[in-house]
């Protein structure tokens, strides 16, 4: 709960009334208040007085206390020498896969027989030349936060004592213990109070808006320690150096196919690739997969893996460049993974997979060769050990949403983004749920850290953006219609559904 400084700036009982709801006292009055009432049925209606004073009069205790706090010593000392005191702050805190609509509209399989291994055909065509890259803006700081509901998928609630326990031992709004799940503290606060000493600089954090070379829907983003780059309709791959720049306008053959994912390798300097070097792979419509290396221009073209054409809703690359390892997705819930051989110039396909129901596969990520991760429209997620080979089933029981993105938490906890506005997250072994937006969720990204203080980023269909701090949620309003991917790790942006691109910028508060 947040009182005034002075004491004399009241808020409104509405204000007051929305943030008592997300506090503890309100849950146990509320129990109270179910529990008198079912006494009142048994034994006395008396207990239904008892029933409502428990639930009423707390918060009017505790409305009209935090409006006259007197001002502290301190705070009245320090306005009488006219020095300011610094206020301590609060910290600041991906993917559209494409829709199951679009990718049944593209899916199309052939039967003519292929090659487990393929040789690309490589385009003559080169991309923009490679911009320079400038490194990622910023330090943290958010003002405000957003508290919503955070419930328990399939399991009751926790006692304060699993609260405090998890909260000492687990990273990231994840509590651990029985392997049965706990209220998950994203979005809770931070146990434990910091000192004068700890106080950062306060900063404001706002989303701007910069100039996009195209206008086209955007689809997915991925940035590096290099640079940062982009994919969307007809096939186009923006770049940002000093500025975004166009690398492909028409997709990897000419053919103008939307491109759904993106992501990159970075060289060792092996067969044909400069050290350090960003290499980026890209898939979409009618089974187009291409390998692509911006700073030599040259186009690898493996579309078609196993003679499949539908519509690949994304990918994830592990691996360094000239022996990466890629596992695509589609919008029939198959996968596949691709091994690529640098020296030959050839990937190698494994054989197509379908861990689920056969839902649309909207999102893939990839913790190293061997562990993996898939969610799909019909609320599953499916893990792999084995770098693909098999996947197993590892929940939410009656998710209820489909699920639109993942992003990786430490070394095991995974934060989902559900169609029905809410975040899903796993610890390894229970998984919570929390309300964030009251629209669908779209797009995910985390710095992967097993810190509390990992950031995260969310964007929804209405163009809000919800930024984690490793205390709470707080949303940003766009002007953007729909967000569907953003990046936090490395560089931090957004990207619209009409070609916008939004970068954080941070001042410091005064």
Known sequence: MTTSAAGTDSRSFVEFYREYAQSWVHTTTAAALTGFIGLASFISPWFLAVAIAVYVLPPIYIYLNDNIDPIPDSEASSAETGSDSDAAPNGDPGRESGSEATSAEHARETDSPRADRTDPVVSEREGSERPDVVAASGANGIDDAVRSDTERVGESEPTETDRTEANASAGVGTETGSGTGTDADIGTGRTGVDTDDDVAPEFETEWVEVESPVDVALRDAVASGEGAYVAGDGGVVLACGEEWEVLLDDGLSGDSNTLWGIDYTVSTGGEGDDEGNDVLWVAGDSGVVGRYDP?????????????????????????????????????????????????????????????????????????????????????????????????????????????????????????????????????????????????????????????????????????????????????????????????????????GDGGEILERERTRGS
């Open 295 to 495: 700073a030599v221009g040259g186009i690898a073209d493996f579309s078609a893996p196993k003679d499949q054409t539908s519509s690949w809703t994304g990918l994830a690359v592990t691996g360094s460049a000239g022996e990466e390892t890629v596992h695509l997705v589609n919008g029939s819930g198959a996968v596949i993974r691709g091994d690529y051989d640098g020296a030959e110039g050839a990937i190698e396909w494994g054989e197509l997979d379908k861990p689920g129901s056969g839902s649309s596969i909207t999102a893939v990520a990839s913790r190293d060769r061997e562990v993996g991760y898939l969610c799909d429209s019909s609320g599953g997620v499916y893990r792999t050990d084995d770098g693909g080979a098999s996947y197993e089933a590892i929940g939410p029981d009656d998710a209820g949403a489909a699920f639109r993105d993942l992003a990786l938490i430490g070394s095991e906890g995974l934060l989902i983004a559900g169609e029905d506005g809410s975040l899903f997250q796993y610890d390894g072994s229970a998984w919570t749920r929390r309300s964030v937006s009251e629209v669908p969720l779209r797009a995910i990204d985390t710095t992967e850290s097993d810190s509390t203080d990992i950031e995260g980023v969310v964007g929804d269909g209405a163009g809000t953006i919800y930024e984690y701090d490793g205390n709470e949620w707080t949303p940003t309003e766009t002007a953007v219609g729909s967000i569907p991917a953003v990046v936090v790790e490395d560089r931090e942006f957004a990207i």
